[in-house]
């Protein structure tokens, strides 16, 4: 198989009380396991797409064989998205940005706080499932929601944070209050990686 499950860089119950050991176990042993073996499937059918990364075969699937076109673009895209997820959160919570990071999002919009404002916003009014994104493009931040599993890189933009809205990602613990889902997750974002990515996206 080419691609092969993550493990979580932290314990299921790492992230508690924002984000419950239930869920953490049943998004990433369930869900992500299965966009990561359906991708591997429909690399079985046409084994030249296995020779690519997954950044590759997400912005050139759109030339695949008809029969497996969807599912790169679905579950390769939750095989990426997923893959980002769990190192954009941290059991180190609460932390707060710094450096050149911090003061490019202050720079593009106004202050940490109205970017956080602005993006949960954004997160909390996506119809249906999908991700809210923080995006280098073009050398720039900006804010980008995608639906179901696509990835910014796609439209050639870098991911350096991002939130899934699908309801498998919060419904056990907050329901249909996606809000305090949003809201909650800002305690566990991982800035230390947001700052690396963006350091990484700039050169």
Do not use: C
């Not at 579950?75 to 997820?85: R, W």
């Not at 350096?160 to 498998?168: N, P, Q, S």
């Amino acid at each position: 198989m080419k691609f092969e499950l993550p493990a979580l860089p932290y314990a299921y119950n790492a992230l508690e009380p924002y984000i419950s050991e239930q869920i953490m176990k049943l998004h990433h042993d369930k869900h992500h396991a299965a966009y990561t073996n359906n991708l591997n499937g429909a690399i079985d059918k046409h084994p030249e797409w296995g020779n690519k990364s997954i950044d590759e075969i997400l912005k050139s699937y759109a030339s695949a064989p008809d029969d497996i076109k969807n599912t790169l673009r679905n579950h390769g895209g939750g095989f990426y998205n997923h893959s980002l997820f769990w190192l954009m959160m941290s059991p180190n919570k609460d932390q707060k940005p710094s450096g050149p990071v911090a003061d490019e999002v202050t720079k593009q919009f106004g202050s940490v706080d109205a970017f956080k404002q602005q993006f949960g916003d954004a997160a909390k009014k996506i119809f249906g499932s999908g991700w809210e994104w923080l995006v280098v493009d073009n050398g720039r931040l900006a804010l980008m929601s995608t639906p179901n599993q696509d990835s910014p890189v796609t439209q050639g933009k870098t991911p350096i944070l991002g939130l899934d809205v699908w309801e498998h990602s919060y419904y056990l613990q907050y329901f249909s209050d996606r809000g305090a889902y949003v809201d909650a997750w800002w305690h566990v974002v991982n800035w230390e990686d947001v700052a690396k990515r963006f350091e990484a996206a700039k050169k």
